[in-house]
Nanobody
């Protein structure tokens, strides 16, 4: 069972920056694809950024050029650096892991979520 613990959310003014971190435990980090999702009130959860085992990253169009995802195998963590934040970035941000250590189809895990609020 994989556990994901997020940190780093908070309140920031538009144009500001925040960094989210997610630490994984319970399985082999080198077998996990990692991602960040977010869910705003009344909206569906959406993928923000993801990074695979080759450290290839993918971003939602709405955050390209502003957000950067990275993984640190030594710390078993993934970070999301968010710059030039906009009010529309306000959401609960969730860490996501797909663990391929036990199943070739992968098992999906979610963190508890961390609130990011951007004021205008």
């Amino acid at each position: 069972q994989v556990q994901l613990v997020e940190s780093g959310g908070g309140l920031v003014q538009a144009g500001g920056a925040l960094t989210l971190s997610c630490t994984a435990s319970g399985s082999t980090f080198s077998s996990m694809h990692m991602a960040w999702y977010r869910q705003a009130p009344g909206k569906q959860r959406e993928m923000v950024a993801r990074i695979n085992l080759s450290e290839t990253s993918t971003y939602a169009d709405s955050v390209k050029g502003r957000f950067t995802i990275s993984r640190d195998p030594a710390k078993k963590s993934v970070r999301l650096e968010m710059n030039n934040l906009k009010p529309e970035d306000t959401a609960v941000y969730y860490c996501n892991a797909v663990d391929y250590s036990r199943s070739w189809t992968g098992q999906t895990y979610w963190g508890q979520g961390t609130q990011v609020t951007v004021s205008s």
